[in-house]
């Protein structure tokens, strides 16, 4: 673990799993676990559920008559039409209208926000635009994220926490588990019907060895954070910034990508303005560089991310991340493809270091369930 300067109350766990707790975002980050297999936690979170720390996450606590303004400005999202119990996808983009972050904004009162980002510059940006407003905004590392997810996660916390197989897609109530305050909100990163478990660092070690001790019996298991690339990769579900030209430069131009590039202008409110970059976001409409897209590969081989995708005998993308799925008896890829690319059917081919050359086929995303009734299921 390096230049760690966030702890999560849950590393002691995470070692005892034979994690070396990775650094991510600033925080000690159970990217592996020597004790298990990356393909079991995918299959139980596919077909039970699996329990994930992530509370790497950087949530950020905004109250004050000016907090809608606040995201406004620093988002891509109409706030004024979240209500509170609600929550949101959204993007934050610099003056050149390129991504600097996602987030989701959870309204928590009729002035009262929590924003959770990545490692991008999400709380310089609310910062940047808190600047002179009735705002209080504060950056909270007490609130732990834990996050349960997969098709009996519902089944199993409707023990312990009333109304829970009511709360819709994209939706948080303030309550309580195992006799500990929590918000738990129905969002995740995993294309499943998933649930974010938000408690204090105090509550956070009895929460996790209850859940796990107690769902066994349903197959609930501990997942490492990196088990969401093979998640998010069938379910088209972008990593700042392991999927955008700060990871994989371009030649000539500098880093950043546009919404119309990665496929989030869905994002933007419709009709919204006044947001930082709204002016550029709209002009470079139709002036895409690239496209984000999905490769089908033939065979069982993986590729590494950054493995070269070519047509023709000519490089003309990047693989972002791929993954097979034991589940699903597939392979496939996220990957940086040409304009022209963005479509089914054509031939390409990506040559990893390890594997060779392997065949590929464009494909539209998500791979799986691409109706998205998984994760939006009701009852």
């Not at 974010?196 to 490492?224: H, K, S, Y």
Request: charged share 25%.
């Amino acid at each position: 673990m390096t230049n760690s300067w966030r702890f999560s109350t849950l590393a002691d766990r995470h070692r005892a799993l034979g994690s070396d707790l990775e650094d991510w975002s600033g925080m000690g980050t159970a990217w592996s676990y020597a004790s298990s297999n990356p393909d079991d936690e995918y299959m139980a979170i596919r077909t039970k559920a699996g329990l994930m720390d992530v509370s790497g996450l950087k949530k950020v606590h905004l109250s004050g008559p000016a907090a809608s303004h606040v995201i406004e400005r620093a988002t891509t999202r109409n706030i004024e039409k979240l209500m509170p119990g609600r929550s949101v996808y959204a993007a934050m983009l610099n003056d050149s209208g390129k991504l600097i972050d996602d987030c989701v904004i959870y309204r928590t009162g009729p002035n009262a926000f929590l924003v959770v980002h990545g490692s991008g510059q999400g709380h310089e940006q609310l910062s940047m635009a808190a600047s002179g407003r009735d705002v209080s905004l504060r950056f909270d590392d007490n609130l732990h994220d834990l996050s349960l997810q997969g098709p009996l996660a519902v089944d199993f916390l409707q023990k312990h926490v009333p109304g829970i197989r009511d709360l819709p897609y994209f939706a948080h109530l303030q309550t309580s588990i195992f006799g500990k305050p929590a918000m738990i909100s129905r969002t995740g990163y995993t294309g499943e019907r998933g649930y974010e478990l938000f408690v204090r660092g105090q509550d956070a070690p009895m929460i996790w060895d209850r859940i796990l001790a107690e769902g066994a019996d349903m197959g609930i298991i501990p997942c490492r954070f990196t088990t969401l690339d093979l998640l998010r990769t069938e379910s088209y579900l972008l990593f700042f910034p392991y999927d955008n030209s700060e990871m994989y430069p371009f030649e000539h131009d500098p880093c950043g990508d546009t919404l119309w590039e990665l496929g989030l202008d869905f994002t933007v409110s419709p009709g919204k303005k006044g947001f930082r970059g709204a002016d550029e976001h709209y002009r470079l409409k139709g002036k895409e560089r690239f496209k984000i897209w999905g490769l089908k590969l033939e065979g069982d081989k993986v590729p590494g991310n950054g493995a070269p995708v070519y047509r023709d005998g000519k490089k003309v993308g990047v693989v972002t991340q791929a993954m097979h799925s034991p589940l699903n008896n597939w392979t496939v890829a996220i990957a940086r493809l040409p304009v022209d690319c963005a479509n089914d059917g054509t031939r390409l081919s990506v040559n990893c270091e390890t594997h060779g050359e392997i065949a590929a086929t464009t494909s539209a995303m998500p791979f799986f369930d691409p109706e998205k009734k998984r994760r939006t299921v009701k009852g």
